[in-house]
């Protein structure tokens, strides 16, 4: 490492030209220079957006501390990784306690000397080696489920798992960049409700010119806003994005330490370290906001009491921060530090600069605990003095990567544009390739993932015919209704089927993943509307497609006759059976129902509609025209029999003689009665004889009285009631006693 050159600390400061004396002073009313937007930003930068994103992209590793502690939620991991160590720990301390002592081997347990003592040892620790045991699978346990249960959705899906990370992330760094802009922007308003104010006159012109002075050798054209906070104990100085904030007890030290102090500062501001320091609490915004209230109680309430209790209730936040973002962080900060003291070398001031390191080292405590060993923001004094002697007298410290004398311009580097022409073009082609893709993602969306995609391709799906691709836009839990998918394609695929046609889609609303669409199509010659539910498929096609369902697409059949013979669209239905009732996708159904020698079903057109509760099969038989000839024979003939028999009461008859000592009976049907036939069911019916219409028999015979006969000749009416079946494709006829 060759030796840099360094302005020894008795040397006279490189002569710089003068400043206009009125720029040392204060307007004349003593008010300041009017501030807006971004400016009092350092200069050396081409735009704001470099200045921006020079500062934020500096620090990754504070930036990857707090995306992890925050957006990956280890405060709440830590709290429920305790709380399940402590529940694994008193499990395993109770199971541990009551049956280890017979857990090992029989060999060991049997061997002397060996196997009394490994009992005794197990008998008196085996609860602690068990709590041991315990708490460490339990706080494993629960930390890891804060981190995996957000993805378990997404495990299956990799597209998902990506653009879920790729969305957290995105989302962390506009929060960073909009809590940075905040900063930037509202940083007068911020100073001033923090207590800093503007300076007096004199104060304005005891700093004024030596700012200028060290930014002239620092080589900046123009210097941040300068600020005031009353301190008259503790000379410091603050540097924030677009302004220093200095004690007011920096005005009694001498010249060069000011000067010193203020080239420090500036470096700060040039570098834009403020804007890295504000971009990680950005990203980390949450667990920020949540860490400054206990922060902030502390240290209004300095007690051990106060501290504890504090600790007691923000323990899983106080230790995400202390041990993971601020590490993370600290060493970008530590490495601004000896960064900006490297101004004083520049500047010529190295002097008053290493007395005031001497002076604070005075009072600088050890550095043996975490929080000033890893987590201090400010690197040992000593150390800093190390660091800028070496760069005053032997070469380059931390903070310049080359070998050579320290100068502003190898100090701050050379920020140029945003990006080459070549990088334009990458970036250019890359949102070219982003816009095509994303655009195209977005018409794969539009045709086939909306809600009404999934309307008009499930009623596609009926018009032709395809029973599994209509179940397919349809939910799990509908689809399992279906206890018969090869009947249902049937059905749709037999010629009386009829789908929905002049499908109109007119209203459509989403709530969310909910969607009701508003259906008009016509069915069975007629115009109908309906409203059609829809809900969103939790699972993505492709890892990127959230496609829609329909709700309550399939329609239960409500069969009033069930029975060998029903038939749909020419398809012979199941008998009724205990179970789930049949399902019927939507259209319009011809059902037949069976058929016999007393009855039967009229063809039928069953409508059914997306959105019924259900769909009716009436069926209703109704008798045969033939059947009432047919049922007017039989009872003829058995009325016939009945006539043929020569006694005066024919057994199962509807006709009898009730006068007594009757012989030789002859019985002549003088006149059939009319029979009215009613259907008691597909294959009986009930048979009878109104009384306008009922039968005329006459019967003749002698009767005998005292040794004597005298013949006789009687006409009565009478009426036949009986029970018609069907038997095959004759008709059956079973007379019942009047």
């Known amino acids: 490492m060759t030796e840099p050159h360094a302005v020894p600390p008795e040397s006279t400061p490189p002569t710089v030209p003068q400043l206009d004396v009125r720029a040392a002073e204060p307007p004349a009313d003593h008010t300041p220079p009017p501030t807006g937007g971004l400016a009092d930003r350092p200069p050396g930068y081409p735009s704001a957006l470099v200045w921006l994103r020079a500062g934020i992209l500096r620090d990754w590793r504070g930036v990857l501390g707090a995306f992890v502690a925050t957006w990956l939620y280890l405060p709440i991991a830590l709290l429920l990784a305790f709380w399940g160590g402590l529940t694994f720990a008193a499990a395993g301390l109770f199971a541990g306690g009551l049956g280890t002592d017979d857990q090992a081997p029989s060999v060991l347990r049997d061997a002397p000397l060996i196997g009394p003592l490994l009992e005794a040892f197990l008998t008196r620790s085996g609860g602690v080696l068990g709590g041991v045991l315990g708490f460490a699978v339990g706080f494993l346990i629960g930390f890891l489920a804060v981190l995996v249960l957000p993805w378990v959705g997404t495990a299956d899906e990799p597209f998902a798992l990506v653009t879920g990370l790729l969305g957290t992330v995105v989302a962390a760094a506009l929060i960073g960049v909009l809590y940075t802009l905040y900063r930037v922007l509202l940083e007068p308003r911020l100073l ?59 005005l009694t030290e001498p010249d060069d330490e000011v000067a010193a102090l203020l080239s420090h500062e ?17 990203v980390g915004l949450p667990l920020t906001l949540a860490h400054a209230l206990p922060t902030w109680l502390m240290r209004t309430f300095p007690h051990p009491a106060t501290n504890f209790v504090v600790f007691l ?22 490495a601004a530090e000896y960064r900006a003291d490297l101004g004083a070398v520049v500047t010529g001031h190295v002097e008053g600069l ?93 045709a086939f993932f909306r809600p009404q995609a999934a309307v008009g391709g499930y009623f596609a799906a009926l018009a032709d015919r395809d029973s599994d691709a209509a179940l397919g836009f349809l939910t799990e839990q509908d689809r399992a209704t279906v206890t018969d998918r090869r009947l249902l394609a049937q059905l749709l695929r037999g010629e009386g089927y009829k789908p929905p046609t002049d499908v109109e889609i007119s209203r459509l609303e989403r709530d969310g993943d909910d969607a009701t669409a508003e259906v008009a199509y016509r069915l069975a010659g007629e115009r109908r509307t309906t409203t059609v539910t829809l809900h969103r498929d939790d699972e993505a096609t492709a890892g990127l497609f959230h496609g829609w369902q329909v709700l309550g697409g399939l329609i239960p059949l409500n069969v009033g006759v069930a029975g060998p013979g029903v038939r749909l669209n020419g398809v012979e239905l199941p008998g009724a059976t205990e179970g789930p009732a049949l399902v019927l996708l939507p259209g319009a159904y011809t059902a037949t129902g069976s058929s016999s020698a007393l009855s039967e079903a009229p063809t039928e057109t069953v409508p059914v509609g997306p959105g019924q509760s259900e769909a009716t099969l009436g069926l209703v038989p109704v008798l045969k025209p033939a ?79 005292f040794g004597g006969s005298s013949p006789f000749s009687e006409e009565d009416e009478f009426t036949v009631a009986g029970v018609a079946t069907a038997d095959g494709d004759t008709v059956a006829f079973r007379a019942v006693a009047n």
Not at 313 to 334: E, G, K, Q
């Open 192 to 250: 001033v409700v923090s207590g800093a104010r503007q300076p007096s006159r004199r104060e304005y012109a005891r700093l004024r010119p030596v700012l200028d002075d060290c930014a002239r050798r620092l080589g900046l054209p123009t210097v941040p806003r300068l600020l005031m906070e009353d301190d008259p104990v503790l000379s410091n100085a603050r540097t924030y994005a677009r302004h220093v904030v200095v004690t007011t007890a920096v």
């Open 266 to 282: 500036l470096v700060h501001w040039r570098t834009g370290d403020e804007i890295t320091s504000a971009f990680v609490r950005g």
């Open 313 to 334: 209730f923000f323990w899983p936040v106080l230790l995400t921060m202390r041990y993971v973002v601020l590490p993370l962080h600290a060493r970008d900060v530590r």
């Open 354 to 446: 290493r007395r005031i390191l001497e002076r604070r080292l005075s009072f600088e405590s050890g550095r043996s605990g975490w929080d000033e060993a890893v987590c201090a923001t400010h690197p040992p004094h000593e150390l800093r003095l190390d660091a800028l002697d070496r760069a005053s007298v032997a070469g380059v410290p931390a903070g310049v990567s080359e070998p050579g004398p320290v100068t502003a311009e190898r100090l701050f580097g050379r920020s140029g544009p945003v990006g080459s022409r070549r990088t334009w073009l990458l970036v250019g082609a890359l949102l070219l390739v982003a816009c095509v893709g994303t655009g195209g993602l977005g018409i794969v969306q539009w």
């Open 627 to 705: 059947a009432v000839a047919a049922v007017e024979a039989r009872v003829r003939t058995w009325l016939d029999e009945c006539a043929k028999q020569t006694v005066a009461a024919p057994p199962g008859c509807p006709f009898r003689y009730y006068g007594g000592g009757a012989q030789k009976v002859t019985w002549k049907i003088l006149e059939y009665p009319k029979l009215a036939v009613e259907l008691t069911g597909p294959a009986t019916a009930q048979v009878g004889t109104p009384f306008e219409t009922q039968g005329r028999v006459q019967v003749s015979g002698t009767t005998t009285y």
